[in-house]
T-cell receptor
């Protein structure tokens, strides 16, 4: 069974631009969550989706948004990029939306904002 | 929300040594997991262990949910064990999994 797939792996953008990151969960997994990892802040929760519904959102500005499609694939979008948005963005999937199953992570998208 | 604290923050071991990593959490949980992040950034799920004890080769984990802590044991450490170990918890009824700051492990040959 294929793992969690994130695309692209690397991305370089300039301030003010916007970016869309994609995540394909493990087949059969219906829950997708996103995390931002930076050296200073560690792993911070961005969003969690289950069956196309956003169940929770972390403490990030409105420039960060996401969605989940009917096939459970998810995208996140960051508009008006800032230098501080440079980070590793990680997506994880799990079988249920109840939190009682393990998370499986993709390899991440490393975003650099110049 | 739930708070997750890990200790120690950094650990240096000689190859072959044993170690114990600790994770404290502030609320009752229905989900407690341990991850290893390798130098390339890949996060690997080691254990899903909301309670009890599990073993996988040289690694084992114990969660005492009533006392709100979990321990990860690494025996006979190898250089490939180097990396960052994260504990992550999700409280009952919550819709997000919170990560601790991690324990950075370096195993010397």
């Amino acid at each position: 069974k294929a793992g969690v797939t994130q695309t692209p792996r690397y991305l370089i953008k300039t301030r003010g631009q916007q970016v869309t990151l994609s995540c394909s969960p493990i087949s059969g997994h219906r829950s997708v969550s996103w995390y931002q990892q930076t050296p200073g802040q560690g792993l911070q929760f961005l969003f969690e989706y289950f069956s196309e519904t956003q169940r929770n959102k972390g403490n990030f500005p409105g420039r960060f948004s996401g969605r989940q499609f009917s096939n459970s694939r998810s995208e996140m979008n960051v508009s008006t990029l800032e230098l501080g948005d440079s980070a590793l963005y990680l997506c994880a999937s799990s079988t249920t939306g109840q939190g009682n199953s393990p998370l499986h992570f993709g390899n991440g998208t490393r975003l650099t904002v110049t | 929300g739930i708070q997750v604290e890990q200790s120690p923050p950094d650990l240096i071991l000689q190859e072959g040594a044993n170690s114990t990593l600790r994770c404290n959490f502030s609320d009752s949980v229905n989900n407690l997991q341990w991850f290893h992040q390798n130098p390339w950034g890949q996060l690997i799920n080691l254990f899903y262990i909301p309670s009890g004890t599990k073993q996988n080769g040289r690694l084992s984990a114990t969660t005492v949910a009533t006392e709100r802590y979990s321990l990860l044991y690494i025996s006979s450490s190898q250089t490939t064990d180097s990396g960052v170990y994260f504990c992550a918890a999700r409280n009952t009824g919550g819709f997000k999994t919170i990560f601790g700051a991690g324990t950075r492990l370096f195993v010397k040959a």
